[in-house]
């Protein structure tokens, strides 16, 4: 197995000089300001009012929220509310997910290698 350097210097994120990107949803938009380093992701996402996530993910993530409220819909049909000050986290693969708001959300989102399950590991 390859070894990747993965180590991360001490640094500073100014959200304000990362470009919003857009993502249109089934519903809405996702506009995601991205932080991308070897192996991890970093975002700062924000749903519109009425946004629905147009496809089942199945990659792991810890999601905070900023603002806001959302949705969680796992494809077997439970459904969780992340409010502001709440978090969640799940590894690569372990669930299919998807998000909605009915007011609009702004999360903090990291993901990456750290996060793959441990039955897809080589």
């Given at each position: 197995m390859?070894?990747k350097?993965?180590?991360?210097p001490?640094?500073?994120?100014?959200?304000t000089?990362?470009?919003?990107?857009e993502?249109?949803?089934?519903t809405?938009?996702a506009?995601?300001q991205?932080?991308?380093?070897?192996?991890?992701?970093?975002?700062?996402?924000?749903?519109?009012?009425?946004y629905?996530?147009?496809?089942w993910c199945?990659?792991?993530?810890?999601?905070?929220?900023?603002?806001?409220e959302?949705?969680?819909?796992?494809?077997n049909?439970?459904?969780?509310?992340?409010?502001k000050?709440?978090s969640?986290?799940?590894?690569?693969?372990?669930?299919?997910h998807r998000s909605?708001?009915?007011?609009?959300v702004k999360?903090?989102?990291?993901?990456g290698?750290?996060l793959?399950?441990?039955?897809n590991?080589v």
């Amino acid at each position: 197995m390859e070894t990747k350097n993965q180590n991360i210097p001490f640094q500073t994120i100014d959200w304000t000089l990362i470009p919003k990107t857009e993502h249109p949803g089934e519903t809405g938009t996702a506009f995601w300001q991205t932080l991308q380093l070897d192996g991890l992701r970093i975002r700062i996402v924000e749903y519109s009012a009425g946004y629905l996530a147009d496809h089942w993910c199945k990659k792991g993530h810890i999601v905070h929220c900023l603002e806001g409220e959302m949705y969680s819909e796992l494809e077997n049909g439970e459904k969780t509310i992340l409010k502001k000050g709440m978090s969640y986290v799940v590894s690569d693969d372990l669930s299919s997910h998807r998000s909605s708001t009915v007011d609009g959300v702004k999360l903090l989102i990291v993901d990456g290698d750290f996060l793959k399950s441990y039955t897809n590991v080589v």
